[in-house]
């Protein structure tokens, strides 16, 4: 917390320039607005060849394609694709169509939700199904084309997981969690629902807790693919609009006093990108990689038994949602 004030009012570096990215093809999850349109913005400034853009609402997807060629004075370098994170199935045919693309160097997963009241999608709680689950059977199921791409072009592609901060603040919730079948306690709605402010950094936390697993058995040694997870910031967009109009207040005042614009916050996730094999598995804020931001409970002896009993409990999960995916990746 100490610098985060201070990294706030931070003007950021953009830690891309045309050379690195001329030429190449991106994704970007949740581009219709926020971060991600951000990031899909200056991609095509930066002269990519290809940003695929996973949007849930076509119409809104379009039109962020045609604000950011006009404004980039580029055509045909967005391509907009279905993909509704709520939903296994869009998920499952968005890899499938990944699969046709001939090289892909960076999969941002930035879609994210901060819900006010209980949802369930996917027979999950909502939050627990768009921020953390499917962020990783998209994952999974991308993995695939990502080490084909890391072989036929000798390059690191990159899994840039956009997380939080606010993943910190999930402890208050770790001492009502079962030993196992958390995921399942996660859905009592009768039990969580009291505290369901706490529900979005929970779904962060868990993010963070998979990536560090996956980059822990997967070394990028092994597979020539990067995984890292980037807190932006708090950065004004409008990913708290469901919330109440007091909760919003608070935010926009803090938001007022240090919030980053959209633009700033997207840098972080440009750093993502750039980032090297030193970030692998690891914690990136303010472009920067800051593992000494993590608090002891999650890299302490019970953290890591947490870790792992979140890992087992996602990989079941995501092997009942799409026999095999899990077993293509971790298959050693
Ligand atoms: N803003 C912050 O202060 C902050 C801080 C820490 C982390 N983050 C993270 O940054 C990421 C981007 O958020 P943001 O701040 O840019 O919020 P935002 O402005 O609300 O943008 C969220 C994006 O995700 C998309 N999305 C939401 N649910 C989706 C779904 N089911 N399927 C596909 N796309 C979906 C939205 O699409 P629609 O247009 O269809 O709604 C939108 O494009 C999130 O993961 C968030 O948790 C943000």
Redesign the pocket.
Known sequence: MADFFSNQRKSLPIALEVDDVKGKTYIV?????????EVAKRLVRLEAAKVII????AE?GESAKTAIETQAGRKDVIEVWA?????YD?IKAFSKRMETIDRIDALV??????HAAWQV?EGSEAHMT??FI?QYLLTFAAFPSLQASAIKYDIKPRVVL?????GFFAYESLNKFPQTGILDDLNDKAKWEATYDNR?PVS?MFEHFAARELASLKPVSETGVIVNVV???????????ELSAFTRFKAWCA?LVM??S?EE?SRTLIHGIAAGEDSHGKYLTSCEIREDHIPDWVTNESGKVLQKQIWTELLEKLETIQPGVVTAVLHD
């Open positions: 999850t949740g581009a219709t607005g926020g971060l991600g349109y996973g949007v849930r609402n809104k993909l509704d994170m709520a939903s869009s997963l930035n879609a994210g939700v901060s999608k768009v921020n499917s956009v997380g939080s901060m606010g979005y962060k807190d932006p910031g708090l950065c004004k967009t409008d990913l708290n609009h938001k919030g980053r959209a916050g």
